[in-house]
Structure formats: structure tokens, C-alpha cells
């Protein structure tokens, strides 16, 4: 059953920051489940999990460092999904890109023959590397830069990027986006279920884009690929449909069956960034070849219960 938007929810103030009222919509939560015989998620004989890519300020809101521009509407749509379906989500898995200044995709990492640091949205590629275009800002790095970049290319990941600062460790722009906190702390509450967080992205010598694991070497989150296995349905939304979604799904699939995975398809953008990057015809690719595959993709106005499989 479909439950309708509880009092406090303001689409209008998706894309501000703010600080949530954690007290009065705890009291709130508790007595819409009250209201609404909304159960504890412990009781679910369907379990269905949502997992929430990055959708932080960093990414979602205007001004911040790595603005997605479909960010907001994303979130506004994701927001009444997930009120609208609170008695259906058994839990939430929100993931939080993690990063600080010296990584080797933020510009400080690397230096030209002039010490000069690469511009945001810089493309490094292997032969960029071997020819000395770019190097490490420490000599101690050179080896396993050079060997980042080749195995990349050779194992058919993006090209290095050098991204603006973003995703920063205590920043503001690490935070969830208000409006996703608020939807998620109410959703716990009133289904007496907490959030699994999951961190990406701390080390230093690799682009982190999917929750499951780093670009290259590193270990899976096998604790997260187990939590994940033990839904009935996955469903998938966040930033950015081109980088981070693109990647989680691509290797979650090794582990879930593809019938078991619904992505949010209106609930997920693109990087697009005029004149430097557009990544749109990469994401819509990515989504055909998930759809080829038997991803079901779904709108969050069509109704959980009418969804294929469920």
C-alpha cells in the first residue's frame, strides 16, 4: 500500500542544506507508523532494498563541487518514492563517496615538466603518462601511477579524470543532502530499521566509482555484497548514471541475479558539465546493455507492487 507524503516533506527545499530536526520527526516518524500500521521492518516477508548511490551534496546540490544538473529532481522524485513506499522498503543502504586532497584523480596527485597541476576535468591517459605529459608530484608514486593508468585502459575503465576537490572527508559537501537525510532518518524510524552506510573511496592511488571496489586492485565489499544478497529485490538510484550507478551495477551483476535488480531510472543523472564533459550517451548505453541483461528499469511513479517479479 501506497502511503501518502507526510506533512513535513517540502519538494522546494531540495536543493538548499539545511539542518534536519532529528527530535521532532523522530516523535513524527513514530506516529505515522502508528497512523498508517506501517510494521518493523523485521517482520518484511518481501524484503527490498534500496541502495542510495552517493547522493550527497557534492554531487546533488547547486554550487557544490561535482553538481550533477538532473541532481534535484532526482532527489525530489527519489523523496516521495521513498515516503510514498515506506512500508515497502525494508531497509536503506546509502553510500557516501570519501575522499581527500592528495588522491591521484585530484589535481595536486600530478605535475607537468613546468609544475604546473592539471586543470578540473583533465583526461590523463596511459601514453599521457609514458610521455611525461603528467607525472607524480612525489617520485615515490611514479611506479604505481604508471601502472594505474595502463590497467585501467587495458581493463576498459574511463581514462583517469582529474575531478574538481570533491567528496571531502568532514566537508559539507560530504554530507547526504537534507532532504535524502531527513526522508532516510524518518524511513528508519518508523520502520525500527537503520541505515547501513556504506564509505567509498579513502584510497589514494585509485578512482573508487563503485561501492563494491575500487577501479583497480583493492578488495570487494563482500559484507555489502552479503547484505544485498539477502533481498528480494535491490532497487538502485543516486549519482551519477554515467560513473558511480554505471559501475555499482555492473559489479553487483556478478554476484546478483539481473531480475533481481530494479534501477530508478528517473532517479539518476548523468556528469554533464558544459563545455568539459558530457557523459549522457555513456550512461544510456550502460542502462541498455543492464536492460539487455534482464535489469528491470522502472519509474519511481509506477507503483512497487506492479513492478516485474513483485
Request: with cysteine.
Amino acid at each position: 500500500m501506497e502511503l501518502p507524503l507526510p506533512p513535513h516533506w517540502n519538494p522546494a527545499r531540495v536543493g538548499e542544506v539545511w539542518r534536519v530536526p532529528y527530535e521532532q520527526r523522530e516523535k513524527e516518524a513514530a506516529a505515522w507508523a502508528r497512523q498508517y500500521e506501517v510494521r518493523p521492518a523485521a517482520e518484511d516477508g518481501r524484503r527490498i532494498g534500496l541502495l542510495l548511490v552517493d547522493m550527497q551534496n557534492t554531487f546533488c546540490t547547486p554550487g557544490f563541487e561535482l553538481f550533477v544538473p538532473g541532481a534535484p529532481a532526482d532527489s525530489r522524485r527519489l523523496c516521495k518514492f521513498l515516503y510514498r513506499n515506506l512500508g515497502a522498503i525494508t531497509q536503506i543502504i546509502p553510500t557516501l563517496d570519501t575522499h581527500r586532497a592528495m588522491q591521484v584523480f585530484h589535481a595536486a596527485w600530478l605535475i607537468d615538466a613546468e609544475g604546473r597541476h592539471p586543470a578540473p576535468y583533465t583526461v590523463v591517459s596511459a601514453a599521457d603518462i609514458d610521455r611525461g605529459v603528467w607525472r607524480a608530484v612525489d617520485p615515490t608514486e611514479q611506479d604505481s601511477l604508471v601502472s594505474y593508468v595502463h590497467a585501467l585502459e587495458e581493463g576498459g575503465r574511463y581514462r583517469l579524470t582529474v575531478w574538481p576537490y570533491h567528496a571531502m572527508l568532514g566537508s559539507i559537501g560530504h554530507a547526504l543532502v537534507s532532504a535524502i537525510d531527513e526522508a532516510v532518518f524518518f524511513h528508519g524510524i518508523a520502520r525500527q530499521v537503520s541505515p547501513s552506510f556504506q564509505i567509498k573511496g579513502n584510497d589514494a592511488h585509485t578512482e573508487h566509482y563503485s561501492v563494491l571496489g575500487p577501479e583497480v586492485g583493492g578488495r570487494r565489499n563482500e559484507e555489502l555484497i552479503e547484505l544485498l544478497m539477502t533481498f528480494h529485490a535491490v532497487v538502485i538510484a543516486g549519482q551519477a548514471k554515467s560513473h558511480c550507478v554505471e559501475w555499482t551495477v555492473s559489479d553487483l551483476l556478478e554476484d546478483l541475479l539481473p531480475e533481481r535488480v530494479y534501477l530508478l531510472e528517473d532517479c539518476t543523472s548523468p556528469v554533464v558539465v558544459p563545455g568539459a564533459a558530457d557523459f549522457t550517451d555513456e550512461a544510456n548505453a550502460a542502462f541498455a546493455r543492464f536492460a539487455d541483461r534482464g535489469v528491470n528499469i522502472v519509474n519511481s511513479e509506477q507503483p512497487i507492487d506492479t513492478w516485474p517479479g513483485l
